[in-house]
């Protein structure tokens, strides 16, 4: 497999090793994430070569917008209040991720229906937009919903994809129904080996603003 953090600091909008950047997650919850994402496929993403993602730094990536240190508080706030106004209006749902697939760079569990997290990608976006205009790229470009549990590193041609996909297959494991019911503003940031992040605000679907 190859470096997932080589690539991000690479690319053409690089986020350095680091660098605290805003984004916006849905978070499943420590205890939720353990149980049933994180224990389950221990044997697979303990392999050499992957950084298991601990069940407290579980995520799905919404929007991941600029340096947290190019915006003023002012501008994180206006960020907020966007969301929230538009999240009112937008139901809860679930979300049902599947068995993880052995990717090229991670390892990470699909998740269905996409229109609805598309939805929440788009409305971050138009949110972000309205508060800082074209300052930020939109990452990611496209969006589909999707959560990781070991991310290649640097070492990551030590993880042989087909070895992978054969300790897959001899771990039981169902999908997974994942309620969505909360937006979570971020300052994150990666060491090369691991995301980690503040959190900023909450913001509920249908509901009020939590900070």
Known sequence: MEDFFAKVEGRAHAWPSGRRDLHWLIIPGEDFARRRLYEPYRPLTEQPGLHPVQPE?????????????????SEVDQLVAAVAERAADTAPYD??????????VAIESKGYPGAPHR???????????AVVGDRWPRLPATSYPHLTQAYAGAEGRLADRGALKVVLSDLPGDPVVLPVTTLTLVA????????????????????????
């Open 119 to 129: 939805a929440l990608w788009e409305m971050t976006w138009r949110a972000t937009r």
């Open 57 to 73: 730094w579980m995520h799905l990536t919404l929007l991941h917008m600029g340096p947290q240190n190019s915006a003023s508080t």
């Open 188 to 211: 994150e940031w990666h060491d090369r080996r691991e995301i980690r992040w503040d959190v900023l605000a909450e913001v509920p679907l249908g509901g009020s603003l939590r900070r």
């Open 95 to 104: 979300l049902t991720l599947s068995r993880p697939d052995i990717g090229t």
